[in-house]
């Protein structure tokens, strides 16, 4: 159990253009997914946290105009670039947090990625 | 803000070799957990440590919490081809974010 899918595996889009990503957790409901970034030979950063029902918080230095987050249903988050430009070019990584067994610690499992190219 | 420098950055073995890396942090984390990452995929969790002290194994891998908090040790043995890969620790912070490391990137040559 625990599978994170991501939508599509890899994106090439033209800059100017906004490109929308797909995070589902598969076989779990999930209130709380995360959007992460990763540059080559780079580590994973944190975007922001999607909220399902309410708005996404942004870690700093992440614009919100830019990188919108709807996280409509339970086992549903988007996030769509939008004004795509090549140093947005990127592996983006969503997870999904299961809440864990009574007493256990809750868990995040992570999706497989996306790689935006932005030509 | 809060760091974690993994060591080494990148390593090259030939099979059979154990590995050690380590993963150290400017502030006390609760929990760490280690994982890795395939070339093109997200972080899989190999091991969750959730105590001081705390030596976890699974198979070939045993992980353990520092005492002080503010590192941990991952160790392979009798590394194979496909332990090649990229290995992250991360710990929890503001309740359910994760930091992650800067990644121990292991090579190994039949």
């Known amino acids: 159990g625990a599978v994170v899918s991501q939508h599509p595996s890899r994106v090439i889009c033209k800059s100017g253009t906004s490109v929308k990503i797909e995070c589902r957790s598969l076989d779990f409901q999930a209130t709380t997914m995360f959007w992460y970034r990763q540059f080559p030979k780079k580590s994973l950063m944190l975007m922001a946290t999607?909220?399902?029902?309410?708005?996404?918080?942004?870690e700093q230095g992440v614009e919100k105009d830019k990188f919108l987050i709807n996280h409509a249903s339970l086992t549903l988050s988007t996030l769509t670039v939008t004004s795509a430009h090549p140093e947005d070019s990127s592996f983006y990584i969503c997870?999904?947090?299961?809440?864990?067994?009574?007493?256990?610690?809750?868990?995040?499992?992570f999706g497989p990625g996306t790689r935006l190219t932005v030509t | 803000g809060q760091q974690l420098n993994q060591s080494p950055q990148s390593m090259f073995i030939q099979e059979g070799e154990d590995v050690s890396m380590n993963c150290t942090s400017s502030s006390i984390f609760n929990t760490w957990l280690w994982y890795k990452q395939d070339p093109g995929e997200g972080p899989v969790l190999l091991i969750a440590?959730?105590?001081?002290?705390e030596l976890t194994s699974n198979g070939r891998l045993t992980a353990q919490f520092g005492i002080t908090r503010k590192d941990s040790f991952l160790n392979i043995s009798a590394s194979i081809p496909s332990d090649v890969g990229i290995y992250f620790c991360?710990?929890?912070?503001?309740?359910?974010?994760?930091?992650f490391g800067t990644g121990t990137r292991l090579q190994v040559f039949p």
């Open positions: 440590l959730y105590k001081a002290g």
């Open positions: 997870s999904a947090r299961r809440q864990g067994d009574v007493g256990g610690p809750d868990e995040q499992y």
């Open positions: 999607s909220n399902e029902g309410s708005k996404a918080t942004y």
């Open positions: 991360a710990g929890p912070y503001n309740t359910d974010k994760l930091i």
